[in-house]
């Protein structure tokens, strides 16, 4: 499961989320998005093949279009998103 709390901001959308252990995502994003992982472990895989994993105080950021991106976390995790 996946919980968002959403604030918006004219364009920009700020997003406090959080996936329960096995969350999975159902598709590849394509949205550019800031991501600060702040508890628990998020993998994100690319559609190239390569794959990271994110645990509590890392951050990733990927373009609109530029890296088609989902992921999925085993333990759960706690994030800070804004695009």
């Not at 093949?49 to 990271?52: D, E, I, V």
């Given at each position: 499961m996946a919980y968002w709390r959403t604030q918006k901001f004219g364009n920009i959308r700020v997003r406090s989320v959080e996936y329960t252990s096995g969350y999975l995502a159902d598709h590849w994003c394509v949205k550019g998005h800031i991501l600060l992982c702040i508890e628990g472990e998020l993998h994100t895989e690319l559609k190239d093949?390569?794959?990271?994993t994110l645990t509590a105080g890392m951050s990733y950021q990927v373009a609109d279009d530029a890296e088609p991106h989902r992921s999925h976390t085993a333990i759960g995790a706690k994030l800070f998103i804004v695009d």
């Open positions: 093949g390569r794959s990271f």
